[in-house]
C-alpha cells in the first residue's frame, strides 16, 4: 500500500522566516510524481508543488521549494520568506495506479505578523 | 478558464435521509474524482472516471453511496441513506493528461448529518 505520513500536525512561523514541512511516503515504484497542496481557510485546494522523481533536481515555485530524497522517500516543502497569505493547511499527495492521489493528513501551519 | 463547480456549498440533513452532490468539472478534463475530507484528515479517494466508466471504486462504501457521469462530463455522488459519520466535507477534481495529471479541486460541499 502507498501511504503518506506527515508528522507535524501544526506549525507556526512568523512573517518573512522560513519554514520546512515534512512528509515522508512508502512506494515499491520507481517513476511517479509527489505533490504538495494548500487547502487555505474556507478556500479551495490548489497546487503548490510538483516533484517528479525521476527528476535529480527539486523543484521550485517562487518562494517554494521541495527537498527530495528519493532513497530515503522524503518530500519536504520549504517556505522562504513566509506571508500571511501562506497560512494553510498543507496536505503531501502521492499518486495511486490510476492518478488519484492519497492525502497526508496534512500540516496546518499559521504564519504571524 | 473556469473551475471545478460544485453545488451545493452546504448541506444539513438528519441520518437516514438522502442527499445528492453535482459537480461540473474543467471542460474537457476526462477524469473525475470525487474525495471525502473528514475534519482534521486529508482527502480520501471515493471513485474516480475516466469519462463514464469508473477507474477507482475501491473505497466507495457501495452500500450506501452511488455515482454516475453518464454523458462524461458532470457527476453526481449520493449518499442514501446517511449516517452520522457521512459528515463531511466533498470535494470534486479533474485532471487531464495535458497538465501532467495536476488535479483541480472544487470549492467542496460541506455535509452534516444531525
Known amino acids: 500500500a502507498q501511504t503518506v505520513t506527515q508528522s507535524q500536525p501544526e506549525m507556526s512561523v512568523q512573517e518573512a522566516e522560513t519554514v520546512t514541512l515534512s512528509c515522508t511516503y512508502d512506494?515499491?515504484?520507481?517513476?511517479?510524481?509527489l505533490f504538495w497542496y494548500k487547502q487555505p481557510p474556507s478556500r479551495q485546494m490548489i497546487l503548490v508543488i510538483r516533484?517528479?522523481?525521476?527528476?535529480?533536481q527539486n523543484a521550485t515555485e517562487n518562494r517554494f521549494s521541495v527537498n527530495f530524497q528519493k532513497a530515503a522517500k522524503s518530500f519536504s516543502l520549504k517556505i522562504s520568506d513566509s506571508q500571511l497569505g501562506d497560512t494553510a493547511m498543507y496536505f503531501c499527495?502521492?499518486?495511486?495506479?490510476?492518478?488519484?492521489?492519497?492525502f497526508g493528513k496534512g500540516t496546518s501551519l499559521l504564519v504571524t505578523p | 478558464e473556469a473551475g471545478v463547480a460544485q453545488s451545493p456549498r452546504y448541506k444539513i440533513i438528519e441520518k437516514r435521509q438522502s442527499v445528492a452532490f453535482w459537480c461540473n468539472p474543467i471542460?474537457?478534463?476526462?477524469?473525475l474524482y470525487w474525495y471525502q475530507q473528514i475534519l482534521g484528515q486529508g482527502p480520501k479517494l471515493l471513485i474516480q472516471?475516466?469519462?463514464?466508466?469508473?477507474?477507482?471504486d475501491s473505497q466507495l462504501p457501495k452500500d450506501r453511496f452511488s455515482a454516475e457521469r453518464l454523458k462524461g462530463v458532470d457527476s453526481t455522488l449520493k449518499i442514501q441513506p446517511a449516517k452520522l459519520e457521512d459528515s463531511a466535507v466533498y470535494l470534486c477534481?479533474?485532471?487531464?493528461?495535458?497538465?501532467?495529471?495536476?488535479?483541480?479541486f472544487g470549492p467542496g460541499t460541506r455535509l452534516t448529518v444531525l
Open positions: 477534481a479533474s485532471s487531464s493528461p495535458l497538465s501532467h495529471n495536476e488535479q483541480f
Open positions: 512506494t515499491s515504484e520507481n517513476n511517479y510524481y
Open positions: 516533484q517528479e522523481a525521476y527528476k535529480q
Open positions: 499527495a502521492f499518486p495511486r495506479a490510476g492518478y488519484a492521489l492519497n
Open positions: 471542460s474537457g478534463h476526462a477524469t
Open positions: 472516471f475516466q469519462n463514464n466508466g469508473v477507474v477507482d
